[in-house]
């Protein structure tokens, strides 16, 4: 369901009043900046999975709440509106799931728009986390981008496996 529900969310275009609340209740003027540049897809995604960390039961004791939602509302601002259309979107989707190995050999900046799509899909956690960092964004929430996808280690921060988590379900 949930993703056919991302699919449904390609094409929409704007956040419902209630989440851009939501949101305005979470980011600073900088923070909102790299919320906004991002596509709707995306941003309601980053709602979502900021929603399940508050609201599906999730124990978050002994983590930076604050820090953490912040954290999943930009854990994928390295992906900018417009870069990627919704048809290299599904195809991407679709590679990351099935063949993990061609987006790593296919990932060409500027060469194709799919390799471009599989580029930005690759590399969106170490672009966000540069995004974040130049506009002054927490050094805690500029390390959940960067390691959004890292793969679990012993020691992890608590707020790593949660936003972790947490998107892999939404
Ligand atoms: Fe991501
Ligand atoms: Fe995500």
New binding site residues.
């Given amino acids: 369901m949930a993703s056919w529900q991302r699919v449904f969310d390609l094409f929409r275009r704007k956040l419902k009043h209630t989440d851009r609340e939501f949101v305005e209740s979470y980011l600073d003027e900088a923070g909102l900046f790299l919320f906004t540049q991002m596509s709707y897809a995306?941003q309601k995604?980053?709602v979502k999975?900021a929603r399940f960390l508050l609201n599906e039961g999730v124990n978050t004791k002994g983590v930076n709440l604050k820090l953490l939602l912040q954290g999943a509302l930009l854990?994928?601002t390295g992906k900018v509106k417009g870069e990627i259309s919704w048809f290299n979107r599904l195809i991407v989707g679709l590679i990351r799931r099935c063949f993990p190995g061609v987006r790593e050999k296919w990932g060409q900046r500027g060469k194709s728009s799919l390799n471009h799509a599989l580029y930005v899909d690759l590399n969106h956690p170490s672009r966000g986390a540069y995004l974040a960092e130049s506009l002054g964004i927490d050094s805690k929430v500029v390390s959940l981008i960067k390691h959004?996808h890292d793969k679990i280690t012993d020691g992890a921060d608590l707020e790593l496996i949660l936003l972790q988590t947490a998107?892999g379900k939404?």
């Fill in positions: 995306d995604h980053s999975v854990h994928d959004h998107d939404n």
